[in-house]
């Protein structure tokens, strides 16, 4: 089982940028999956995630406005647009996979997810 995120790269400061990660080992229809962030010298950040069923999107504070996150559950792939990205978004970006759940509170705890893919880095200058 694995996930696979592409699409980082460098950027400026205002421009957008779409993330993908693509479930291979297994179908995730049945998995939330979410996408968190680890900067530099900070701890690891909740991003997005969805539900399950594709009902349910949740952003974190910092992102919100600006970030929205998709699936294509045909394609096991999720999909993280990131619009008017700023400084601070500068960040390796990973996705993961939880079993079912849709709530809040279970999306947005990293503990809840038992497949992580191995991070792309997004890097946004001034």
């Known amino acids: 089982v694995q996930l696979q995120a592409y699409g980082g790269g460098t950027v400026q400061a205002g421009d957008s940028l779409r993330l993908s990660c693509v479930a291979s080992?297994?179908?995730?229809?049945?998995?939330?999956m979410g996408w968190f962030r680890r900067a530099p010298a900070k701890d690891r950040e909740f991003v997005a995630a969805?539900?399950?069923?594709?009902?349910?999107?949740f952003l974190g504070d910092s992102v919100e406005g600006r970030f929205t996150i998709s699936r294509d559950i045909a394609k096991n792939t999720v999909y993280l647009q990131m619009n008017s990205l700023k400084l601070e978004d500068t960040a390796a970006y990973f996705c993961?996979?939880?079993?079912?759940?849709?709530?809040?509170?279970?999306?947005?705890?990293?503990?809840?997810?038992?497949?992580w893919g191995q991070g792309t880095l997004v890097t946004v200058s001034s």
């Open positions: 969805i539900s399950w069923l594709g009902d349910s999107t």
């Open positions: 993961a996979a939880a079993p079912v759940g849709s709530s809040r509170n279970y999306l947005t705890d990293p503990t809840s997810y038992d497949y």
């Open positions: 080992g297994r179908s995730f229809g049945t998995y939330g």
